[in-house]
């Protein structure tokens, strides 16, 4: 007998079903599995547009070119929805090359790449020109300057002009992300006090050290249990500062690493923030220093895997889209 279209298109869609169905029972019984991601931040770096400075004393992992194609593979699985760049540090001389280079990747549909963080110095004479100049691109979100290196003394991001550019960034609808040593953290929300309606994003739960919470941690952690709890929860108080749960993995211990040891970190700042202002980050390829993207998102999945899965859904995609105006 000859198979009709219809029966064929029966039969076809049977199949699909039936070959379907095992990944259908699996995300049934584990939620978690079939929850979409959004990377708020996906460092890139191609060596031959600018090299970072830092990167010339950086460990053999990280000294070589990190592109797209490399961060589809290290997220393969994983249901990515998007990605939001985050600023690598580029020379000053480069930050309109990075911009550019930023636009165009979230312009293009090949790369998940949909928005970018880029490199600011607020506390430039010529900052203002420069953030007028390029939030003209609504793929520019927010700029960052790294405060926890050498070259930023305690205290840069209250200083007047620094303050006055921040202030300028909320006026332009644009964030500002708080990436600091986690003994400055009193910084942070006294600039967001100065700044209320600029949105302040603190970057790897305030550099929260795992180590500070081991009985052995082996070596020095960052900072104490009750001065960094107390500052997360000062920072917290304030409406305008969200915060994001990324970079503590690079900062663990190679050899003791996983959910147990990141736990106390990622619930302080979730118990803290609420489950509105909390969004996900990779810190890839940075996290590679001690574990793979995957690796990261499991340990991450098993410590949030006990609260609801709404409030989860909203650490690791819902927020992100709606304090980025991402579509």
Known sequence: MAITRRRFLKTTGQAA??????????????????LPLVDTHQHLWDLDLFQPPWLGGAPEVLARSYVTSDFKKATRGLNLAQAVYMEVDVNVENQMKEVEHLIALSKSSKHPTSAAVVSGRPNS???????R????????????????????????????????????????????DLCMRPTELSDGWKLA??????????????????????KDPGEEPWHTVDQWKHDIAE?????????????????APKDNWGPETLAPVINHCLDEFGPDRVIFG???PVCLLVASY????????????ERPIAEQRKLLHDNAVRLYGLS
Do not use: M
Request: proline share 3%; aromatic share 6%.
């Open 282 to 284: 990779g810190d890839w």
């Open 17 to 34: 079903a039936i070959a379907a169905a095992p990944a259908v029972l699996h995300a049934a019984k584990d939620p978690q599995a079939s």
């Open 193 to 214: 006090d100065e700044c209320k309606d600029t949105r302040l994003i603190v970057d790897h739960c305030g550099n929260g050290d795992p180590k500070a919470f081991l």
């Open 125 to 131: 004479d010529g900052f203002e020109n420069y953030i």
């Open 235 to 251: 920072l917290a108080k304030r409406d305008n500062v969200i915060c994001k749960i990324s970079g503590i993995v690079a900062r």
């Open 294 to 305: 995957r690796e990261w998102v499991e340990a991450l999945k098993a410590v949030i895997s």
């Open 133 to 176: 100049t390029i939030t003209k691109s609504e793929y520019i979100k927010g700029i960052r300057q790294v405060l926890h290196v050498d070259s930023a003394e305690q205290g840069l991001c209250l200083q007047p002009q620094y303050v006055k550019s921040v202030h300028l960034l909320g006026e332009l609808g644009r964030s500002f």
